[in-house]
T-cell receptor, first 112, second 114 residues
Framework: DAKTTQPNSMESNEEEPVHLPCNHSTISGTDYIHWYRQLPSQGPEYVIHGLTSNVNNRMASLAIAEDRKSSTLILHRATLRDAAVYYCILKLYNTNAGKSTFGDGTTLTVKP | EPEVTQTPSHQVTQMGQEVILHCVPISNHLYFYWYRQILGQKVEFLVSFYNNEISEKSEIFDDQFSVERPDGSNFTLKIRSTKLEDSAMYFC????????????FGSGTQLSVL
């Protein structure tokens, strides 16, 4: 499986933007980049995904580097509810694409 | 938004006993999954299921595990003879397709094997 690398932890102040980086230097041209998060004591929750272009939805934005070897999840105004573990996952085209391999993720702490 | 429902939320069992974990995926979804998370560790893939058969399984999913979609709405995970190391949170997930589609996860069943 193609690997992703994320910082173990990040901190943010409430109502400030947060940029969560992910490196995926071995990504293939048809692999999708997915982001999930896991709030304490809950199941993973979909955040956003993309292939090549930047993506926006009501939760976040996804900025994908031109060479696709890295991406950044952007939370525009962090709230206390955004404190969670954020996972960057590659959906590999040449395997059972439903399988998602979760790494260690980034633990985001939001300070009031 | 539609939800994946898992029952029970907590299950306590004795080592060696059989357990069945229940999931009701989202109704029009076609792909179904089980994941597990041992306390303090990563979310691990167990198995994926499509068109009434297993499409992929991990090394964890050995002969003690089985999955079934008995009636077109439920999706179950059975552990035949539980071990202490099976204690974990088990998450069911579903999706309409695979590559360009998000997974919907349930809130999990906490399995404790004593």
């Amino acid at each position: 499986d193609a690997k992703t690398t994320q910082p173990n932890s990040m901190e943010s102040n409430e109502e400030e933007p947060v940029h969560l980086p992910c490196n995926h230097s071995t990504i293939s041209g048809t692999d999708y980049i997915h982001w999930y998060r896991q709030l304490p004591s809950q199941g993973p929750e979909y955040v956003i995904h993309g292939l090549t272009s930047n993506v926006n939805n009501r939760m976040a934005s996804l900025a994908i580097a031109e060479d696709r070897k890295s991406s950044t999840l952007i939370l525009h105004r962090a709230t206390l509810r955004d404190a969670a573990v954020y996972y960057c996952i590659l959906k590999l085209y040449n395997t059972n694409a439903g399988k998602s391999t979760f790494g260690d993720g980034t633990t985001l702490t939001v300070k009031p | 938004e539609p939800e994946v429902t898992q029952t029970p939320s907590h299950q306590v069992t004795q080592m060696g006993q059989e357990v069945i974990l229940h999931c009701v995926p989202i109704s029009n979804h076609l792909y179904f999954y089980w994941y597990r998370q041992i306390l303090g560790q990563k979310v691990e893939f167990l198995v994926s299921f499509y068109n009434n058969e297993i499409s992929e399984k991990s090394e964890i999913f050995d002969d003690q595990f089985s999955v079934e979609r008995p009636d077109g709405s439920n999706f179950t995970l059975k552990i035949r003879s539980t071990k202490l190391e099976d204690s974990a949170m088990y998450f069911c997930a579903s999706s309409y397709e695979t590559l360009n589609e998000k997974l919907f996860f349930g809130s999990g069943t906490q399995l404790s094997v004593l």
